[in-house]
T-cell receptor, first 115, second 115 residues
Framework: ETGVTQSPTHLIKTRGQQVTLRCSSQ?????VSWYQQALGQGPQFIFQ???????GRGNFPPRFSGLQFPNYSSELNVNALELDDSALYLC??????????????FGPGTRLTVL | AQKVTQAQTEISVVEKEDVTLDCVYE???????LFWYKQPPSGELVFLIR??????QNEISGRYSWNFQKSTSSFNFTITASQVVDSAVYFC????????????FGQGTELSVKP
């Protein structure tokens, strides 16, 4: 069974730039969620994708956007980067929303630094 | 509003000591799920346990045990005979199943086990 993978591992950008982070879900999982974890904080929910559509969104501005592809992999795009966007971005996959077994399994994360 | 509070920011113990990590949650839902995740220095969140709101049975898994009490809205985690490998940040999380499974995390408790 293949776990959740994310790329790249680390990324350095400057303010105002755009970034795309990628995630491949665990085998058999069709739901992908993205979280932002600032240093010393708990992860914060950004949004979730199910069947290629956004299925819930946290308190993040529209410059955070995403996609899910037919193979259930996903992208997180952030436009107009700000210094506060520096964080560990975690992707998690899970079975469909509402199922009894709904643990989310996380990837290793992408560490984004905005200078 | 949903909220998870982990009042202990850092805990330091000596190997073989028992340690309890506290978690208090707030929710208006009657159906919800509680989770514990471990985040070692590598950054990847590792799933430890899921408990639903209808199951107040305590659970033991090896050196780990969990005490769920709805009356006090608490879901505490105890490590018996701690080991250096237990050193990590531990997160308690709450899921609103109607929301599609997004996780609301506490701030985390950093556990340091010294030899």
């Amino acid at each position: 069974e293949t776990g959740v993978t994310q790329s790249p591992t680390h990324l350095i950008k400057t303010r105002g730039q755009q970034v795309t982070l990628r995630c491949s879900s665990q085998s058999g999982h069709n739901t992908v969620s993205w979280y932002q974890q600032a240093l010393g904080q708990g992860p914060q929910f950004i949004f979730q994708y199910y069947r290629e559509e956004e299925n819930g969104r946290g308190n993040f501005p529209p410059r955070f956007s995403g996609l899910q592809f037919p193979n259930y992999s996903s992208e997180l795009n952030v436009n107009a980067l700000e210094l506060d966007d520096s964080a560990l971005y975690l992707c998690a996959s899970s079975p469909p929303p509402g199922t009894d077994y709904n643990e989310q399994f996380f990837g290793p994360g992408t560490r984004l630094t905005v200078l | 509003a949903q909220k998870v509070t982990q009042a202990q920011t850092e805990i330091s113990v000596v190997e073989k000591e028992d340690v309890t990590l506290d978690c208090v949650y707030e929710t208006r839902d009657t159906t919800y799920y509680l989770f514990w995740y471990k985040q070692p220095p590598s950054g990847e969140l590792v799933f430890l346990i899921r408990r639903n709101s209808f199951d107040e049975q305590n659970e033991i898994s090896g050196r780990y045990s969990w005490n769920f009490q709805k009356s006090t809205s608490s879901f505490n985690f105890t490590i018996t005979a701690s080991q250096v490998v237990d050193s990590a940040v531990y997160f308690c999380a709450l899921s609103d199943t109607r929301g599609g499974g997004k996780l609301i995390f506490g701030q985390g408790t950093e556990l340091s086990v010294k030899p």
